[in-house]
């Protein structure tokens, strides 16, 4: 493991260092890497423009360093373990040595199939091995990887293959999810007809991985040749070495959603985001060698990137790969999981911890965690009451838990306890990492300066100093990405969230801001799932706004006017148009979109000028009624009452 912490500083040293030579402090990080040429400039960064660039005209390659440069050093440390969704089947383990050869020979597929550096390969899997690899296979040759989340429906993944212009997709046959088997070549080949029939289908490859019985034919399209990942595993060659990549060269394309229109294309680049992702995992978690770290994420989320692919394996730590769901095939599955693999460093989402909770101590108290050193928490604001039960029944009241907050497009951990370092604070993300320079502005985009004596101040969360791994673009629309993150404060990346700051500079992150809600660590715009509800024929508008869940942290609520008012009595012409409404959404975005609650409704709260007071319909959906405030600015005042009347809850 390559030592990227400068030890024997304590956090405040090593924070003042960073801010007051930040070229020289990320120099010092980044080598920690091997380069195959130098870089000539740290950091060169402009917010208005945006244009950020770290470690211009060096080269590297990020498969060579989280595997080739292991696989020489220490190769018979065990890299990954892959335990698969059915408990009684054997999990899987892999070497440093032997999964780069599984990396290379992946590259050696990609390869014969043409796939060239700079073209984007979409990635739709189960979280089974091969999609590990193909990661890091598409790493190794330089080609962008765009990987799309198994739940999301062949309309998503349509659009996402259409906005990358990815000329290859590699799929498997089937998604196995707990008790549930899913289509996934189906979905591909549904995607692909959408595309087809709009013209606009760029895909020329399609490689299906997990058909050992050759079952179904392939799928056969006029433009798009489809082939089996076990017929081109055995037959190719090839074993690409590594393409030594500038370190501004595009690594990967992730979508996410936003307030407004379809998701954007979060475009990471090579150097930085390698450096970081390395980084924050080796500040944060504090791994040595023999350590297991698991983090729960799917792939197809930046969680799964930065610390179950690239972080972790950078960092030459063994991590656990899990292809199934915590509660299958009881609700102790992943505490069996710890024991069975003598997990050490634990990382997930406050929305696994309070499901999980919801089963008492029994099925955690059942097996040993004794192996459990540290425990993380990502995604969402962490409750309280989630915080002490993770740390007391999960941690035996021994292990840290760090409650870490980044974003898609940070590419890694912002803010963080470092794990056995940092004072905690539950419900507090809790400090800044070296490195990352936070502010809290008031809304006119002035900074929020720390008073004399320190006092709590809110504010909105922004950086005014670029990290390596901040995103670079939005794939194919830069002036969006302006829009999005620099243009609302100039001079500072804004981030969407609200945060308070205790009067040690503590950060607790309130929520998003804007549109966006956040199911279950899963982030949704509101206006993705009007634009699906507003499909169905028989619906005029609708409004969308999150609530209060007690496991999701947010759920879904739906308002919407039908073209025609169906009659007060018939409640199961209701039932049956609501569920219609919600299959409506599953089809368009996938199951983790699908509304909690619908309620049909006659008009919508609306100002003079027809815009939406979606704090009202806010209020109502979390039952916070008793106090709506002002109402004075609404056209017509009266809609709230019939609106709380029927409200769903
Ligand atoms: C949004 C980013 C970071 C990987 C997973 C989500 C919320 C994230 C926390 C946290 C409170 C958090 C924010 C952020 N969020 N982590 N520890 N405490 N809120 O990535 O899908 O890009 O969502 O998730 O609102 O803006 P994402």
Redesign the pocket.
Known sequence: MINLLIDGEDYRLQYRRSVEDPEGFWAGVASGFHWHRPWDKVLEWNFEKPQVRWFEGGQTNLCYNALDRHALSHGDRIALIWEPNEENEEARRWTYWELKEAVVRTAGILNDLGVQAGDRVCLYMPMVPELLWTVLACARLGAVHSVVFGGFSARSLADRIADAGAAYVVCAEQIRRGPKVLPCRAVVEEALSLLDNEQENPVRKVVVQGRPHHKEPLCSFAHTECLDWEDLWHSTLSRPEPRWMNAEDPLFILY?SGSTGKPKGVLHSTGGYMVYTAYSFAQVFRTRPGDVFWCTADIG???GHSYLVYGPLLQGATVVMFEGIPTHPDPSRFWKICQRHRVTHFYTAPTAIRALMVYGDAPVQSVDLSSLQVLG??????NEEAWLWYHRVVGGERCPVT???????TGGILIGALAGLSALKPTF?GLPLPGVQPVLLDPSGRELVSTDPPTEQEGLLAMRFPWPSILRSTWGDHERCRNTYFSPFPGYYF???GARRDAEGMYR?I??VDDVI?VS???LGTAEIENALNLHPMVVESAVVGYDHSIKGQGIYAYVILRTALKDSDQETEDRLCRELSETVVREIGAIARPDRIQLVEGLPKTRSGKIMRRFLRKIASGDTAQMGDTTTLLDPTILESILVGRKG
């Open positions: 996410t989320w930046i969680t928490s990502v995604g969402e604001p962490i409650d870490t907050w980044w974003q898609t497009e993300a981030t969407g969230d992150i929520g998003r956040n660590g899963h982030r």
